[in-house]
Each structure stands twice: as C-alpha cells, then as structure tokens.
C-alpha cells in the first residue's frame, strides 16, 4: 500500500513519454515509452498502485530533467539519485547497487557483476534482478550483456531493440 506522498507523473523525451514514481524515500519506479501514452500511464498505475498523480518533488523534477537531457544524448551520472527500492530483496538490491557502477558508454556481462557481488556463477540470478528493475535506466540494465556481448534481454517495452537503442545512445559500439 501507498505511503502518504507517494505519486507518479508522466513526462516527455525524445525518446516517448516515460512515468515515474516516487515516494519520501526516493524515486521507486522509471517506466519507459510504451506504444502510447496511455499505455505508458496503465504500467506505470500497475507499478505504483495507491500512489496518486501529480506534481512531482523538487528533487524527483531534477531527475526528470536529467532523463530528459539523457535520452537526448547528454552523458548523465544517475548513481546520486536516491532510490526506494524497499520491494527489492537484499540479494538484489546489492546486484542493483553493483549495476549502478557501471558508468554512461560501459558495458558488463551478467557473469561480471555476478563475481563482483561475490556469487560468481550466479549469473542467471543477476538475469532475474535486472528482468525485474523497477527503475531502469537509473540503475542501467541496458549496460548489462550475455557472455561474449551479446545483448541477452530487456524486460522493458520494447525489449533488445530498445535495449540496443540505449546503447547507441551511449555510443557503445556493439559486435555485429
């Protein structure tokens, strides 16, 4: 259930219209563009059920505006953004602090962040932290391949092709 000063809004980039969600702790969810705005709304409500619609805190506008400038083609450094990921296990909230690491224009593979959690092997488990982040992006999934560079998956709408297409932006050169 929803905290008092929980919410969510809509927002516009280059990209397509994204939602975001927050609460007093931190940003807690980061929906990318969908085939819609509606459609973009319907996830992003799903996601953040009980927060309501509206204007968006001071420090939630200067993420917005530096998503914005992001999907744009700006070098951003999302690791001071403050995160609610309280729904997260603690197995996966170290894999989402250890993704976070990973700078604008770099890669890692699943196996990597695996033994830089301490489990290496665990490679299918940071597979299932990055299939369920909730604020991609912000904590870069997109920057996380297969073995060998392969782009592996992307939950998000869209999947590897919007996964590649974060990448490009990046200027990440990828095997062809």
Not at 57 to 78: E, M
Not at 113 to 133: D, I
Not at 144 to 154: D, E, I, M, N, P
């Amino acid at each position: 259930m929803a905290s008092r000063g929980d919410g969510y809004c809509l927002f516009d980039t280059v990209f397509g219209v994204c939602g975001i969600g927050w609460s007093e702790a931190g940003i807690t969810r980061l929906q990318l563009p969908c085939t819609d705005t509606a459609d973009t709304e319907r996830r992003l409500r799903r996601e953040t059920e009980g927060a309501a619609a509206g204007h968006p805190p001071g420090a939630v506008s200067a993420v917005i505006v530096d998503l914005q400038r992001y999907f744009a083609g700006a070098t951003i450094d999302f690791r001071p953004v403050r995160l609610d990921l309280a729904g997260a296990s603690p197995t996966f909230r170290t894999i989402y602090g250890a993704a976070r690491e990973v700078g604008w224009g770099d890669t890692t593979s699943y196996g990597e962040l695996a033994r830089k959690v301490g489990s290496p092997g665990a490679a299918r488990v940071v597979g299932r932290a990055m299939a369920t982040n909730p604020v991609p992006i912000i904590i870069p999934c997109h920057r996380v391949l297969a073995s060998g560079g392969g782009l592996g998956g992307f939950s998000a709408f869209g999947g590897t092709v919007q996964k590649e297409r974060l990448l490009i932006l990046e200027r990440v050169r990828l095997p062809l």
